[in-house]
């Protein structure tokens, strides 16, 4: 009930006016003016951009050879995109087959697009005519579309219609600078609610930061922050000394966050059952505790605390980034703080749109991706410095030929460290090493510079991060710098590494104390690039939500994710499929005499697998679980009012366990044998041993009967009434007939 009671909310919530997507599904490519559809070439004037629209009467096609192309969309303000769709170009045999969307605020920093499981790789068309349109999983909001093919009809060359499904959407932006906040008071005083809704957007290049708070004074609480770049939740609906069960609930969710990209979030609650959403994924749980309602006092913060809230919060930082519609159970608190409503307290400078540095990443993401730019020639010192983000172990991070003939420079990721590598003919070479764990998707900062008889190199500017080596060098600058990987052939471009690709994000290339200037390289006046995007990263956390199943640990690469299923009694690539058989039956079944066995009675469900005494017969085999009670349990004072109370705890298996292998077996016997002494039962009489009795149950709550004395028992607990002493037993304790 509880549930269905959620989706009720959940849907009457969504139908309100600026909150639901229901008819949030026009076509938005076919009304916009030409000057709207750009691309990075086309291939004559009836291939140009403005005929890449649904249906039209030709297409969009880049010129041939144009090594980068892609289609761009100005929606002339920002859309919320619901759907694509694409079309080969008109009677003809040109059409994309694979694509990747990307999207963004400004054409100058975008953002791919991940459908569920992590797949940036958009399916296409399989002929001109046909229209395949993607219903996307998540709903994301932007004015500026760019489609990048990715693969085409080998029979012809890229053709593309597209359209794009939305409805315009109304930004308010608040910008924190990580000295500022705002809080919002209630209108009443208070807020006592059933159910509530928070949902905002926000975007952020920092690990730790609190995006929004409040509290009551009866212990009840929701605060959501940034903690190394994942989101929590924490939520409390109240506490109180009569209640044994704690109120405290967190939640994690996502990965990598602060990647300056747009991150939808939204919390629903009705009651304790909460709806927890990232960018699309829902988690769905229930609040610790008893209480139902959440009281929270006077006001909320966004961004920080304000005044003296701080006092009653351990420290956090305060959020630095942009937040976008900030909805707190219809009430969009952003536009109030725009509209400098009376019910918001401003503390600092906060500013009303996105002022952080727009990031300009490559992203490299090929088999054979390579990023050369010009240095300058035959100088005595060497320096470079640049950012990256990966997942992978290795990669070449840089690669470049010293002058005169004198030999190369190679900085290469090995096993998380960035390795130096300077090799000199008639010299040893010069080979170490600096940094730990530097494939764990954050951004991290190299700078390396190589002289006479020195080198050095430093990772994040940390202590302690930098190495300096002293040893017989001869160094003059060469003529270019390759990074990411090496061209090929080798002999024509002078890279001669044996080094796989990297794969990942650079970003603030910088060349014998020059920042290279990547409008340039983009346009191909500046040095060369293949296999590479510019203004965007592809990264993600394809371990978050973690999809290896039963605990099994994820590990990831660029582009994919390895689940390891040691010690969880599974396997397979999600460790999915059992290690063990599911009963004793199926051991007696492969020839196995009785012994301990380790059985998972529901196959490849949530419940771990456990060991059982396997008692393997001829025609069938008894499956035993021990427990807790083999010895008597002696009982004094037991009265109607205040029974004892049994607790059988079985061992290395819980009850959950236990019920899935009564269910799938044939028979089930649990024997609980008990005695009262000197105690009148139920329609006996009242001398001496009153009785004894023993029982087999199913596992479902029963009665022993009129004779019996009263027995009840739930899940694990049995609950004996005798008002007289009572002698717990179990089938290899002998009862006691002397109390």
Request: neutral net charge.
């Amino acid at each position: 009930m509880g549930f269905w009671l959620l989706c009720v909310l959940l849907a009457a919530v969504s139908g309100a006016r600026g909150w639901g997507y229901y008819g949030c599904d026009e076509e938005l490519v076919g009304p916009l003016y030409y000057r709207s559809l750009g691309a990075s070439s086309y291939y004559g004037f009836f291939t140009a951009p403005r005929f890449a629209r649904l249906h039209g009467i030709s297409g969009w096609s880049p010129r041939i050879g144009d090594p980068n192309p892609w289609l761009q969309i100005d929606l002339m303000k920002k859309h919320r995109i619901r759907a694509v769709a694409t079309q080969g170009s008109f009677n003809s045999w040109d059409w994309v087959t694979r694509y990747m969307l990307l999207y963004g605020d400004r054409v100058d920093s975008w953002t791919p697009f991940y459908q569920q499981g992590h797949n940036a790789t958009f399916f296409g068309n399989v002929n001109e005519s046909a229209v395949v349109r993607h219903d996307l999983h998540y709903h994301f909001t932007a004015r500026y579309i760019r489609i990048v093919p990715l693969a085409w009809n080998p029979r012809g060359k890229i053709g593309l219609r597209l359209g794009l499904y939305g409805c315009p959407y109304k930004s308010d932006v608040l910008y924190f600078d990580g000295d500022d906040a705002i809080s919002y008071r209630f209108p009443r005083g208070a807020s006592r609610s059933l159910w509530d809704v928070f949902a905002f957007s926000f975007k952020t290049e920092e690990k730790d930061g609190l995006l929004l708070h409040a509290e009551g004074a009866q212990g009840d609480y929701v605060t959501l922050e940034l903690k190394g770049a994942h989101l929590l939740l924490h939520m409390s609906l109240g506490s109180s000394p009569i209640q044994p069960r704690p109120g405290h609930t967190t939640v994690s969710a996502g990965g990598v966050l602060n990647d300056q990209h747009w991150h939808y979030v939204r919390v629903d609650r009705y009651g304790r059952h909460t709806n927890f959403t990232l960018d699309g994924y829902v988690q769905r749980f229930i609040l610790n505790g008893d209480f139902e309602r959440l009281n929270l006092d006077n006001e909320m913060f966004i961004g920080g605390l304000v005044g003296a809230a701080r006092k009653n919060l351990a420290y956090r930082h305060n959020f630095r980034g942009c937040m976008e519609n900030i909805i707190f159970n219809r009430v969009n608190i952003a536009d109030l703080a725009v509209q400098r409503s009376s019910r918001i307290t401003f503390e600092g400078k906060v500013a009303f749109r996105c002022l952080d540095p727009v990031p300009h990443p490559v992203n490299f993401g090929g088999p054979h991706n390579f990023l050369q730019v010009p240095g300058f020639p035959r100088r005595g010192r060497l320096a470079v410095s640049f950012r990256f983000r990966t997942w992978d172990l290795t990669g070449l991070l840089l690669y470049s030929k010293l002058g005169d003939g004198l030999g190369h420079v190679e900085l290469m990721l090995s096993e998380g460290q960035v390795n130096v590598s300077i090799a000199q003919s008639g010299r040893k070479k010069l080979q170490f090493a600096a940094g730990y764990r530097l494939n764990d998707g954050f951004w991290h900062e190299v700078n390396f510079a190589a002289q006479e008889n020195h080198a050095v190199i430093s990772i994040d500017d940390v202590e302690g991060a930098e190495v300096r080596v002293s040893y017989p060098l001869l160094i003059r600058t060469g003529t270019s710098y390759f990074f990411g990987g090496c061209p090929k052939p080798a002999s024509r471009w002078g890279c001669h590494s044996n080094q796989t690709a990297f794969h990942g994000c650079m970003e603030l290339f910088k060349v014998d104390g020059q920042l290279v200037n990547l409008t340039l390289v983009e346009g191909r006046r500046l040095g060369y690039f293949a296999e590479v995007l510019f203004d965007t990263c592809g990264i993600t956390d394809r371990c978050n939500p973690n999809m290896c199943e039963h605990d099994g640990r994820c590990y990831q690469s660029w582009d994919d994710f390895i689940c390891y299923c040691e010690l969880t009694g599974y396997k397979g690539e999600t460790c999915h499929e059992p290690l063990y058989k599911e009963s004793c039956e199926a051991y007696r079944l492969s020839g196995k005499t009785s012994g301990n066995f380790t059985i998972d009675p529901d196959g490849s469900g949530p419940l771990k697998p456990f060991v059982v005494y396997c008692d393997i017969r001829e025609k069938k085999a008894w499956t035993v679980v021990r427990h807790d009670r083999l010895w008597t349990t002696r009982v004094t004072g037991s009265s109607m009012d205040r029974p004892f109370l049994g607790a059988v705890q079985y061992w290395n298996a819980s009850w959950e366990e236990v019920s899935a292998l009564a269910n799938a077996s044939q028979h089930c016997e649990q024997w609980i044998e008990f005695s009262c002494y000197n105690s009148r039962l139920l329609n006996t009489a009242a001398s001496g041993l009153a009785g004894t009795r023993s029982s087999t149950s199913t596992g479902e709550a029963r009665s022993l009967g009129s004779s019996a004395v009263p027995a009840v028992w739930t899940g694990a607990v049995w609950t004996l009434l005798c008002s007289a002493t009572v002698t717990l037993t179990s089938p290899s304790g002998e009862p006691t007939g002397d109390c």
